[in-house]
């Protein structure tokens, strides 16, 4: 379970060779290059030609570059590659036009707490310089004003000398917990300054973000306490898959408690969904008398439950329950939008690295634990009776699509089983999906290896970011021999299908299943609730008004092929659904993108 592959490159410094610079623009692409960046992503844009022209041909496209017709997927490319990776990400946008229109991918970065830095041209600042009309619009006072409530740091030096320190310190700041994206801006005349002479690379090694955070001991402590003594302790985590020796210390900190663990939104690769102690989408935290939320951002989103459509919030434990917390989150104080949540009551909160904190706990349960029989026999009941609970929901799910098998459309649940058979006996990573398929994947399938998920949330619920995630974690996993996955939902590929260019022109092999209900169903779904409450007509067919995406319903099989994806479909018989996507996923081996549209039920 704790499996110890690693498939992804480690990111190096490189050396930089310094003495053919000529130009500002020629720095700041040996400073990019130095920082061992494999891809940056782009729409191109007039305002940073310099440093395009620089990487291009002065560092001969060190790092390599991603066009992208649009600057949301040029930061959802990042976004996913960051997120896969844990490094950050480099990704330049085109002034004030570029920043706004990437502007949602940035946000969602931002409440996904994942490291981008993310550059962009302005200017010319001198007025003098400026060209007529389009230089003049283009240029912001200050371009960070644009993106600072929801960055966690930006900057916009003003001379080729502060280059150095305003790049070195962004990616410092973006990759300390929490992690988010920065934003550094680079004035015309800085990149196409004449260079006296080259500028040196500072020593990057000695510019990296800090060592992580431990736990304070006595914490620890009372937190070991607290989870020993109680009879049905849970452990809810949310981002605990930023890192792998979190994961598998989490695995080990479960096992020693005999705690069960619950996943509610799937963010990352905190648990394998196989294992005895997972109880994700169970309700058996309902009886708990402690929460222990690691990297748990929203301890309500764990524990609370809407009322039917009303916005009043039930409590979903019956008893009294205690909570301990541990994490970063105290780091993140405001921001344009409130996303540090509703602050709850706890019994301990521990502000450290999970990384850190997690094993300190379990070696202190493990002591306090000691010799104690009673003890010992507590926990193992516990245990087993969550192994109990966890074999029968399987069996439940496993059973229950059998309910709708035949139907037509195809069910949501078929079709994720079906892929599961598919791909099951190949090394597959699963880089978008979360929310498609109604969350039927990891109910069915087994993903119990780090590598094989890396969270399919956009993080700020911007719809888009699916496709561009997808992509940014397939070049993470570039000749890796990992088979990516994209379940992708139609309405988000909508968004951006120019995506679909990039995967064909750059030919990154994708496994994209489409989830083809020709709606935005989330809003579908909302209307038909509300109408029913309000005594309307709740009807599917009226609801599509304003929300559906049939007449017509698009062809993405032809819209793949128009763009150099070999597309499948529209599957509509379930018949005909696993021999074509057994068919496209061998193509797919053979190293190409594929694409099958499959006309699907809504959840």
Not at 313 to 335: A, N, P, R
Request: with cysteine.
């Amino acid at each position: 379970m704790g499996n110890e592959k690693r498939y992804r490159k480690e990111r190096k410094i490189r050396e930089v060779d310094v003495k053919d610079q000529e130009w500002g623009s020629d720095f700041i692409a040996d400073l990019v290059k130095a920082y061992g960046f494999d891809f940056v992503t782009f729409n191109p844009g007039a305002s940073f030609r310099g440093v395009e022209e620089s990487i291009v041909n002065y560092n001969d496209n060190i790092p390599k570059v991603i066009t992208t017709p649009n600057e949301s997927l040029s930061v959802s490319i990042a976004h996913g590659y960051a997120k896969a990776t844990g490094e950050p990400a480099l990704c330049i946008l085109h002034n004030v036009v570029g920043t706004l229109n990437g502007s949602m991918g940035i946000y969602n970065a931002f409440a996904d707490r994942v490291p981008i830095v993310i550059l962009s041209g302005t200017g010319p600042m001198r007025k003098s310089k400026r060209r007529p009309w389009i230089d003049w619009i283009h240029t912001a006072q200050w371009q960070g004003n644009l993106v600072r409530g929801y960055t966690k740091w930006d900057d916009q030096p003003v001379h080729i000398d502060g280059v150095a320190d305003s790049i070195t310190r962004a990616y410092r700041i973006a990759n300390t917990p929490p992690k988010g994206p920065v934003y550094v801006v680079l004035d015309h005349e800085v990149q196409e300054c004449s260079l006296e002479s080259p500028i040196e690379i500072p020593n990057l090694d000695k510019l990296m973000a800090p060592s992580r955070m431990g736990a304070d001991p006595d914490a620890i402590e009372r937190a070991a306490e607290i989870l020993v003594d109680a009879e049905l302790p849970v452990i809810f985590v949310d981002q605990v898959g930023d890192s792998r020796a979190a994961v598998n210390s989490l695995i080990e900190l479960a096992e020693t408690l005999g705690a069960p663990v619950v996943d509610k939104r799937m963010r990352r690769y905190n648990f394998p969904n196989t294992h005895p102690l997972d109880l994700s989408g169970t309700d058996v935290y309902k009886n708990a008398d402690v929460l222990l939320a690691i990297d748990v951002w929203d301890v309500d989103y764990c524990t609370k439950k809407e009322i039917g459509i009303t916005h009043t919030m039930t409590d979903q434990i019956e008893g009294e329950y205690k909570i301990i917390t541990i994490g970063t989150d105290d780091l993140e104080s405001s921001s344009l939008i409130p996303e540090y949540y509703a602050i709850r009551e706890t019994e301990v909160s521990i502000l450290a690295d999970s990384e850190l904190a997690i094993p300190a706990l379990k070696n202190s349960i493990v002591d306090r634990i000691g010799d104690s029989k009673s003890i010992k026999e507590k926990i193992q009941k516990r245990a087993q009776k969550m192994g109990k609970i966890h074999s029968k929901q399987r069996e439940e799910w496993s059973l229950s699509i059998k309910e709708t098998w035949d139907e037509k459309p195809i069910a949501p649940s078929r079709l994720a089983q079906e892929i599961w058979e598919v791909v099951r006996d190949d090394d597959w990573i699963l880089v978008n999906g979360r929310l498609a398929y109604g969350g039927w994947p990891h109910k069915l399938w087994e993903i119990n290896e780090f590598d094989q998920y890396f969270g399919g949330d956009s993080g700020g619920g911007g719809v888009g970011y699916g496709i561009g995630g997808a992509i940014g974690g397939a070049l993470a996993y570039l000749d890796s021999g990992k088979l990516p996955i994209n379940l992708q939902q139609d309405g988000s590929l909508l968004q951006f299908p120019s995506a679909l260019w990039i995967i064909g022109h750059y030919k990154i092999p994708i496994f994209t299943v489409v989830h083809n209900n020709h709606a935005l169903f989330n809003s579908t779904n909302h209307r038909m609730k509300l109408a029913e409450v309000r005594g309307r007509d709740s009807s599917r067919e009226r609801a599509l008004i304003g929300t559906g995406l049939d007449d017509p319903i698009t062809d993405f099989a032809k819209l793949a092929e128009s763009m150099g994806v070999s597309g499948y479909g529209p599957v509509t018989d379930p018949e005909e659904l696993k021999p074509t996507l057994q068919k496209a996923w061998d193509e797919m081996k053979t190293g190409k993108p594929v694409l099958v549209d499959v006309i699907s039920q809504d959840r």
